[in-house]
């Protein structure tokens, strides 16, 4: 089963000898040397998380419907038909509060421009929170075959709040209430109980997007599958949730979570499946994913599956099987299946060294200071094909980013902070580093310690 698994990867990432599938079957380590780590994690074609590099992007001038304000992709999304495509300028700011809940009709393609020629993709964002049983979200499906591509959306609560969940209205991003909905080379953050809704998971593709900032305490799932058939989740690149992927118990609720990338700031366990002794869902497949952060377990299974869990192929920072994977499936194991996985973090060997400098990294505020990551280097033989810089110096609970190699940041409050890159190479693959950053007081004043 494990050689047939391995040589179907082999086939789609580049089609390398039999000989190397028998070998990574046998040991996963000698195949890092004949095969490079981004190839095995990444054989898509397309960066991990979409953006620069990302192939498949609409244009303006092939689309029926060009949008640029709330009112304009109302009345598109009420007139488009199959075979339709909407799309959104790349440099539109759309505010949709208050006019949440749109259907998408079935087979329409809702677009944006994320990663041509530098481009961040238009913006859509809504306030709207609304009672947790009414499920509301942003955009809905409103037949089958429904694609969302290349656009930005924001929600309105990025913080991680307390326990006491069930007195805070909810916002959701995206819901499926069809089959085979796609949505890729999108970045989605700030929706405090999915950010993707899969209420009907059959066929969905959920790919190559960069979703973060969803982790409300007791909700905060990136993607949730309810039921309905399976979902592939694949290539995504996945930041401050609560869960990245979870699913429930039902009888119809399958899904497969291949290529995606949990980088370093997990607020609980990265995938969840949950359940019971008797009924945790169908399959679960997990395999070909990075985990970075050992703080938590990377896998929740909460139960036994009607059909099969199967995880293989990871790459675990934790220390070994116990911390990566929290198992309260009880004595019935016949239908788990974990293997060929690494732990220890032996994949950062070869992530990308980012590199970055700061000049002044420390002044007085207001203090403006160039940043510089051109230094930075892939340490395959490949290029850094794509920057993003985290600034955490504001009231906001996602901070401020950069995208650009040099770019300039003004601190205008003191404080000492620790600004992030993250540099990436072209499967997606990001390293990080972290750089000081101290703001006195003007005047001489003083700044305490970090507690």
């Given at each position: 089963?494990?050689?047939?698994?391995?040589?179907?990867?082999?086939?789609?990432?580049?089609?390398?000898?039999?000989?190397?599938?028998?070998?990574?079957?046998?040991?996963?380590?000698?195949?890092?040397?004949?095969?490079?780590?981004?190839?095995?994690?990444?054989?898509?074609?397309?960066?991990?998380?979409?953006?620069?590099?990302?192939?498949?992007i609409m244009t303006a001038g092939k689309s029926r419907f060009v949008v640029a304000t709330s009112q304009e992709l109302v009345a598109a999304i009420g007139e488009?038909?199959?075979?339709?495509?909407?799309?959104?300028?790349?440099?539109?700011?759309?505010?949709?509060?208050?006019?949440?809940?749109?259907?998408?009709?079935?087979?329409?393609?809702?677009?944006?421009?994320?990663?041509?020629?530098?481009?961040?993709?238009?913006?859509?964002?809504?306030?709207?929170?609304?009672?947790?049983?009414?499920?509301?979200?942003?955009?809905?499906?409103?037949?089958?075959?429904?694609?969302?591509?290349?656009?930005?959306?924001?929600?309105?609560?990025?913080?991680?709040?307390?326990?006491?969940?069930?007195?805070?209205?909810?916002?959701?991003?995206?819901?499926?209430?069809?089959?085979?909905?796609?949505?890729?080379?999108?970045?989605?953050?700030?929706?405090?109980?999915?950010?993707?809704?899969?209420?009907?998971?059959?066929?969905?593709?959920?790919?190559?997007?960069?979703?973060?900032?969803?982790?409300?305490?007791?909700?905060?799932?990136?993607?949730?599958?309810?039921?309905?058939?399976?979902?592939?989740?694949?290539?995504?690149?996945?930041?401050?949730?609560?869960?990245?992927?979870?699913?429930?118990?039902?009888?119809?609720?399958?899904?497969?979570?291949?290529?995606?990338?949990?980088?370093?700031?997990?607020?609980?366990?990265?995938?969840?499946?949950?359940?019971?002794?008797?009924?945790?869902?169908?399959?679960?497949?997990?395999?070909?994913?990075?985990?970075?952060?050992?703080?938590?377990?990377?896998?929740?299974?909460?139960?036994?599956?009607?059909?099969?869990?199967?995880?293989?192929?990871?790459?675990?920072?934790?220390?070994?099987?116990?911390?990566?994977?929290?198992?309260?499936?009880?004595?019935?194991?016949?239908?788990?299946?974990?293997?060929?996985?690494?732990?220890?973090?032996?994949?950062?060997?070869?992530?990308?060294?980012?590199?970055?400098?700061?000049?002044?990294?420390?002044?007085?505020?207001?203090?403006?200071?160039?940043?510089?990551?051109?230094?930075?280097?892939?340490?395959?033989?490949?290029?850094?094909?794509?920057?993003?810089?985290?600034?955490?110096?504001?009231?906001?609970?996602?901070?401020?980013?950069?995208?650009?190699?040099?770019?300039?940041?003004?601190?205008?409050?003191?404080?000492?902070?620790?600004?992030?890159?993250?540099?990436?190479?072209?499967?997606?693959?990001?390293?990080?580093?972290?750089?000081?950053?101290?703001?006195?007081?003007?005047?001489?004043?003083?700044?305490?310690?970090?507690?």
């Amino acid at each position: 089963m494990t050689s047939n698994m391995r040589f179907e990867f082999i086939t789609v990432a580049k089609a390398k000898a039999l000989v190397v599938a028998i070998i990574f079957c046998t040991d996963l380590r000698p195949a890092l040397e004949a095969e490079s780590f981004s190839e095995q994690l990444n054989p898509t074609g397309d960066p991990i998380g979409g953006g620069p590099g990302y192939r498949d992007i609409m244009t303006a001038g092939k689309s029926r419907f060009v949008v640029a304000t709330s009112q304009e992709l109302v009345a598109a999304i009420g007139e488009a038909g199959a075979g339709d495509t909407i799309y959104v300028r790349d440099d539109a700011v759309i505010d949709m509060t208050g006019s949440d809940d749109q259907a998408i009709p079935g087979g329409v393609t809702l677009a944006s421009g994320r990663g041509r020629k530098g481009s961040l993709g238009a913006l859509i964002f809504s306030n709207t929170l609304s009672e947790g049983n009414k499920f509301m979200p942003l955009f809905r499906t409103g037949g089958k075959d429904v694609r969302i591509t290349g656009l930005r959306m924001r929600g309105p609560v990025a913080e991680v709040g307390d326990a006491d969940y069930s007195l805070v209205k909810i916002a959701n991003g995206i819901k499926s209430d069809h089959e085979d909905l796609q949505v890729d080379n999108c970045e989605l953050w700030a929706w405090n109980k999915w950010s993707i809704d899969l209420a009907v998971a059959g066929g969905a593709n959920i790919h190559h997007n960069y979703i973060h900032h969803t982790r409300r305490w007791g909700y905060g799932y990136g993607v949730w599958v309810r039921g309905g058939g399976k979902a592939l989740i694949e290539a995504n690149l996945f930041d401050f949730c609560r869960h990245h992927i979870g699913s429930g118990s039902q009888a119809t609720s399958s899904y497969e979570a291949r290529y995606n990338i949990c980088l370093d700031h997990d607020v609980q366990p990265s995938f969840d499946r949950h359940g019971s002794q008797k009924k945790a869902g169908y399959d679960t497949l997990i395999h070909h994913n990075e985990f970075r952060n050992p703080a938590y377990p990377a896998i929740l299974l909460r139960g036994n599956p009607l059909g099969e869990a199967r995880f293989h192929h990871n790459w675990f920072a934790h220390a070994n099987q116990k911390a990566g994977i929290d198992d309260r499936r009880g004595k019935q194991r016949e239908k788990i299946h974990i293997h060929d996985n690494v732990y220890g973090y032996a994949s950062s060997r070869f992530h990308p060294k980012a590199v970055a400098t700061a000049a002044p990294a420390v002044g007085a505020a207001p203090l403006t200071v160039q940043f510089d990551g051109s230094e930075s280097q892939d340490r395959e033989g490949g290029k850094v094909a794509a920057y993003r810089w985290n600034f955490p110096d504001t009231p906001s609970a996602t901070g401020v980013s950069a995208y650009t190699v040099k770019p300039s940041y003004r601190f205008n409050e003191p404080g000492r902070y620790l600004v992030e890159l993250y540099a990436s190479n072209e499967y997606g693959i990001p390293g990080l580093t972290r750089i000081p950053v101290t703001v006195h007081p003007p005047k001489g004043g003083y700044i305490s310690a970090p507690g």
